[in-house]
């Protein structure tokens, strides 16, 4: 579970698989990508457009949506995060998480 205050400003990075149907892994820095937060089990109406994060540090290229989470933007409790990957055809839209504002 992810953390942040109420009253903080800060980046948030989501870890994101796309997996091809032969289960090879994709890299989808080229689709475009956004989150949203939930406070209930319904995904949300409103995404904020998310930018991608390539990390290579480890034995596995690792991809992250990385959103700003901007300071009253969301009250105390915990969400549940959603990212939004747009592709031609499909739109998938990806359960990946929890999110709490303390």
Sequence with gaps: MLTISAASTE?????VSVIADNGSALNPT??????????DTDP??????ATWVTDTSGPD??????????????????????????????IPVIEAGLLKVR
């Design 11 to 15: 980046y948030r990075r989501i870890p």
């Design 30 to 39: 080229s689709l475009t990508v956004a989150v949203g937060f939930s406070a």
């Design 44 to 49: 949300p109406d409103t995404y904020t457009t």
């Design 61 to 90: 290229t690792v991809y992250k949506a990385q959103v700003l989470v901007t300071a009253g933007t969301l009250t105390r409790g915990v969400y549940t995060a959603y990212v939004k990957i747009t592709d031609n055809p499909e």
